[in-house]
């Protein structure tokens, strides 16, 4: 992954880690808006200092870790959206409050259930698991305190509500585990698209390769170069010209009868090695059928263009096939230019002509259209 994705990744997951933050903070003042109604109805022992006292605590706990997001030092941490801590701190404070609650207690038990629902789909069920254990042997440590001390006003209810607990904590452990073997069988099918999209979209590149290239020699085939000659046709602005070329192999049925049919498919595989070596990185050529080819070079010149064909054809006479014996190899060349809103099927039309010129006058030659208009 680049520098720039990693970074774009992290800001996205802080941002999502500051939302569920939000929702935290949000569930804090709930409970503490709670605390104070209860309170002021007589059900939470606790003092308006003391209450007041208990929510600056609460409020500092949360700017702890809103430091630590602003900071982003959880990213350093193996989990970084610190869950466990957060809902490790959040059960503790429950606990502390149910101490200060009367009658009230058993509806304030709801709090528990709330803080263990932010790590429901996230954390892994063993730790899911030590969480509620956490909130089980908190409340429970809670009233065998107060029994100790001669304090529970109702030890049937003290035990109801344990067990309610307990039941309700099991039952939320259980969720969690099936919360979570849902969200890793989803991960794996997401990588396993993920996998077969790559699969396809290699497949679609192979094949719009096979549909665009010929197969024997490599090259372009005949389709996929009138395509890209249209496309730098259209593109070509005023005061500019392309060169285009149909180039014939001399001869070539007279190699196939004497040597056979895989010695002109060597031969022909020898050119395309001779032409990629004498073109630049835009120029395009192309298999156009048989032993014609057909070549584009954008943004040139009359003489830059014959230069280019001569270099060629130069280098094909010398050319050596790999395991066949050929006398000589030449290349007859017809080339026109193309200016803007000329038209492609018109000027093969005219790169045709230049090169039946050049067959006629004894082959192995390049032949231009321009060279007509100035005699």
């Known amino acids: 992954m680049s520098l720039i994705s990693q970074r774009v990744t992290q800001r996205t997951l802080q941002s999502l880690l500051?939302?569920?933050?939000g929702m935290a903070v949000a569930s804090y003042a709930l409970s503490a808006l709670l605390c104070w109604v209860a309170m002021f109805n007589g059900l939470f022992h606790a003092s308006p200092t003391s209450t007041l006292l208990l929510t600056l605590l609460a409020a500092v706990s949360q700017l702890v870790f809103l430091g630590l997001f602003l900071s982003k030092l959880n990213l350093r941490c193996v989990d970084p959206s610190l869950t466990e801590p957060q809902v490790l701190v959040a059960l503790a404070w429950v606990t502390v409050l149910l101490a200060l609650f009367g009658e009230g207690r058993g509806s304030m038990l709801v709090i528990y259930v709330l803080v263990l629902l932010f790590g429901v789909f996230q954390l892994p069920p063993r730790v899911?698991?030590?969480?509620?254990?956490?909130a089980f042997f908190g409340f429970a440590g809670l009233n065998l305190y107060e029994a100790y001390h001669f304090q529970l006003d109702n030890p049937g209810v003290a035990i109801f509500q344990v067990s309610v607990l307990a039941a309700v904590l099991v039952w939320l452990s259980l969720f969690a585990s099936y919360a979570q073997a849902m969200r890793q069988?989803?991960?794996?099918?997401?990588y396993a698209l993920q996998a077969h999209q790559d699969t396809l979209r290699g497949m679609m590149h192979q094949l719009e390769e096979l549909a665009a290239t010929d197969e024997l020699t490599g090259l372009c085939n005949r389709r996929h170069f009138l395509r890209l000659a249209g496309h730098e046709l259209q593109g070509l602005c005023g005061g500019r010209q392309h060169g285009l070329a149909l180039l014939d192999l001399d001869h070539f049925k007279r190699i196939n009868d004497v040597h056979g049919h895989a010695a002109g498919d060597r031969v022909l595989q020898t050119f395309a090695a001779v032409a990629r070596a004498c073109l630049r990185d835009g120029d395009v050529i192309a298999r156009y059928g048989g032993?014609?080819?057909v070549l584009l070079l954008p943004n040139t010149e009359a003489d830059q263009f014959t230069a280019c064909c001569e270099r060629l054809r130069e280098a094909f006479s010398r050319a050596e096939p790999l395991g066949v014996k050929v006398e000589s190899l030449s290349v007859s060349i017809g080339m026109t230019l193309l200016s803007k809103n000329d038209d492609l099927d018109e000027a093969l039309q005219r790169a045709d002509q230049?090169?039946?010129q050049a067959k006629r006058d004894g082959r192995n030659r390049c032949a231009a259209?321009?060279?007509?208009v100035d005699a």
């Open 354 to 356: 230049a090169l039946y």
């Open 128 to 134: 899911f698991a030590r969480c509620a254990l956490f």
């Open 185 to 190: 069988r989803m991960r794996q099918r997401r």
């Open 18 to 21: 500051l939302k569920r933050f």
């Open 369 to 372: 259209t321009w060279e007509d």
């Open 291 to 293: 032993e014609e080819f």
